[in-house]
């Protein structure tokens, strides 16, 4: 979760979570608002939950983490009155982590509290989109500390059909990464 001046057993078990958000779910959700039906299901609680600004449902009415559509511009998440995440793709999971509360037992350091806001994405198409994640980060320095030079590094483990013949390649200039198998037979009932 983010950054906070006092972490509670609550808040912990909020946040320690990743909202998964379809976007036929929010067609569905607006429908159901939109005409008095009940949205109180498992299917919409991500979208109720949303952890947006001003947020009541979940306690959260100063700070603004996830994107929202505002439908009455009041600059406040209330999805009941047709407010909903918005995402991008068809499908978006959001996360917020950070470095301040777990102890650092592999490096030893001090916490330099960073706050990372995770949107991972995909489209349902029928072309090479279909075969696509896309994830963007938002990284807030929440101390009153200034860093210069800092590296950012994200750590994946593909495996794209059997894991033994799988290899990665980058594209600095579209600012991407890739994963593919290392010949056409991808062997076993493992096989992509």
Do not use: C
């Amino acid at each position: 979760g983010p950054v906070l001046s006092n972490y509670t057993q609550a808040t912990n078990q909020y946040w320690n979570r990743v909202w998964s958000i379809k976007k036929t779910d929010i067609q569905d959700f607006l429908y159901k608002v939109q005409n008095n039906q009940s949205v109180n299901t498992p299917r919409f609680i991500d979208i109720i939950e949303w952890p947006a600004k001003g947020n009541v449902k979940v306690g959260d009415t100063t700070q603004g983490y996830a994107p929202f559509v505002d439908a009455n511009s009041n600059g406040k998440y209330e999805p009941l009155l047709g407010d909903y995440p918005k995402i991008k793709g068809d499908m978006m999971l959001y996360s917020v982590m950070n470095d301040d509360l777990p102890t650092h037992t592999e490096s030893g350091g001090a916490p330099m509290k960073i706050e990372i806001h995770r949107s991972s994405y995909a489209y349902q198409t029928n072309n090479h989109l279909n075969n696509s994640i896309f994830v963007d980060y938002k990284i807030i320095n929440k101390s009153n500390r200034q860093y210069d030079s800092l590296l950012f590094a994200s750590w994946v483990d593909y495996d794209l059909g059997h894991y033994t013949d799988d290899y990665i390649g980058s594209d600095v200039s579209r600012n991407m990464i890739y994963t593919y198998n290392g010949d056409d037979d991808d062997e076993g009932i493992l096989g992509y």
